[in-house]
């Protein structure tokens, strides 16, 4: 008899040196090197070709990868007209998928074998995701998509984007930790989901595309914006308790808690926390990040028996908030961020690729008979 893992639970599906967590201590690293230390020193570009390329960059491939993502920002004018044609009410999310699935037609990246092409979709992928979002966020309300700018960094550019202003450099360089943070994270459902799809050698922007829309779901990305529409509904410090305890009382789950890997504090979650109670010292008065520190209090002390902790999800999106990015964009904001870990695995697998054809277990009937459609009660 075969075992059957639920969720594959513990069932290895690769072997990566790309990251590591350690569930029990809350340790997460990048190629060996702890966030903590990235988020310090480092930016989303240089972590980002640390996890794709295997090391850090010298400053001559900095400034290459760097200039290489500034040019290839902008999108082509009959993207933006297939996706005028989204319907504006539709998700961020989904209009994300659809239009990096058509990528691949304006971009044929087929033979994965040609490590130049590869590169080229490396650098496709991450530099326009941020501008697609952002140019469906402007056009959705009739306004005109805002042309990215090659001398603004990665993070400042999106925000540019998003508003038409210059950010304030302290919001940039926090989103900017915000996307190391999410850049990666071992073998999680989007990945594996895009890993699936890459293992029957599929060109990249189908490979991201299939890692998009997995990461639609509220139990994976779409949890950062669940956790403020949650505590919007919470409304007031005082109500955070009886709304948990309702919640649990219904076996109910609370948005942005919990992790299969994680079996105590997030890593994440404890560097978007302190950057959101920096934020609250800097700008004054952050009502749902109060909210959410008493719902993570309570949530804690009631969980912790089921080590239950919150995840990456719980502080994003209070962070977002701040900045005045709209509630629907968060999850795409992860995977602006998330597309590099996808990549960076999709070149790795690319290395010793095998077409992932799991087996199932069959529990169905067996010798029966065709029963003629008048027969059938
Ligand atoms: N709220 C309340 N209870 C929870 C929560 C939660 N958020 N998460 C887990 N639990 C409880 C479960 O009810 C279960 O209790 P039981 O043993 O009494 O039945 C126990 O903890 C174990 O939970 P599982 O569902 O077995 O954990 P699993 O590893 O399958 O799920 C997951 C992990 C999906 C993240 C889960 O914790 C969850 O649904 N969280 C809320 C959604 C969320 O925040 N998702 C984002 C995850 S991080 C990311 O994708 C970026």
């Known amino acids: 008899m075969i075992d059957f893992f639920p969720g594959l639970e513990?069932?290895?599906?690769?072997?990566?040196r790309i990251?590591?967590?350690?569930?029990?201590?809350?340790?997460?690293?990048?190629?060996?090197?702890?966030?903590?230390e990235l988020v310090e020193r480092s930016s989303f570009i240089e972590t980002a070709y640390l996890l794709i390329f295997g090391k850090l960059p010298t400053k001559e491939e900095l400034e290459r990868f760097d200039s290489d993502l500034r040019h290839h920002r902008r999108i082509k004018y009959r993207i933006i007209d297939l996706m005028k044609c989204l319907p504006e009410h539709g998700h961020p999310m989904d209009a994300l998928q659809a239009t990096v699935a058509a990528l691949g037609m304006f971009y044929p990246a087929k033979d994965?074998?040609?490590?130049?092409?590869?590169?080229?979709?490396?650098?496709?992928?991450?530099?326009?995701?941020?501008?697609?979002?952002?140019?469906?966020?402007?056009?959705r309300h009739g306004?005109?998509?805002?042309?990215?700018?090659?001398?603004?960094?990665?993070?400042?550019?999106?925000?540019y984007m998003l508003t038409e202003r210059?950010?304030?450099?302290?919001?940039?360089?926090?989103?900017?930790?915000?996307?190391?943070?999410?850049?990666?994270?071992?073998?999680?459902?989007?990945?594996?989901?895009?890993?699936?799809?890459?293992?029957?050698?599929?060109?990249?922007?189908?490979?991201?595309s299939s890692a998009i829309g997995t990461l639609t779901g509220p139990l994976h990305g779409g949890a950062n914006e669940?956790?403020?529409?949650?505590?919007?509904?919470?409304?007031?410090?005082?109500?955070?308790?009886g709304y948990v305890e309702e919640k649990l009382r219904r076996k109910e789950r609370i948005m942005g808690m919990g992790h299969r890997v994680y079996k105590t504090y997030d890593p994440r979650a404890r560097i978007l926390h302190s950057l959101a109670r920096e934020m609250r010292e800097r700008y004054g008065e952050m009502p749902l990040l109060d909210i959410a520190e008493e719902v993570d209090r309570v949530a804690t002390d009631y969980l912790k028996e089921k080590r239950?902790?919150?995840?990456?999800?719980?502080?994003?999106?209070?962070?977002?908030?701040?900045?005045?990015?709209?509630?629907?964009?968060?999850?795409?904001?992860?995977?602006?961020?998330?597309?590099v870990g996808w990549l960076a695995h999709w070149l790795e697998q690319l290395k010793d690729n095998r077409i992932f054809r799991p087996t199932e277990i069959y529990v169905g009937d067996h010798n029966l008979h065709y029963i003629p459609i008048e027969e059938r009660s």
Not at 112 to 121: F, G, K, L, M, P
């Open 308 to 339: 239950v902790y919150p995840n990456v999800d719980f502080y994003s999106g209070i962070v977002y908030e701040k900045m005045g990015i709209p509630e629907d964009l968060f999850t795409s904001i992860f995977a602006m961020a998330r597309v």
């Open 226 to 241: 669940r956790v403020v529409r949650m505590l919007k509904e919470i409304g007031t410090v005082e109500r955070a308790k």
């Open 10 to 16: 513990g069932v290895p599906a690769a072997r990566s």
């Open 112 to 139: 994965v074998t040609d490590e130049e092409t590869n590169y080229w979709s490396v650098v496709r992928l991450v530099a326009k995701l941020p501008t697609i979002v952002a140019a469906f966020a402007r056009m």
């Open 166 to 208: 210059e950010p304030d450099p302290y919001m940039a360089r926090v989103l900017d930790i915000s996307l190391i943070l999410h850049a990666e994270h071992t073998m999680n459902a989007s990945t594996f989901s895009g890993l699936v799809t890459a293992s029957t050698l599929a060109d990249p922007y189908t490979v991201v």
């Open 143 to 159: 306004d005109e998509a805002v042309k990215p700018r090659d001398d603004l960094d990665h993070s400042s550019n999106f925000l």
């Open 19 to 36: 990251s590591y967590i350690d569930g029990e201590r809350g340790i997460l690293e990048y190629r060996g090197i702890r966030i903590e």
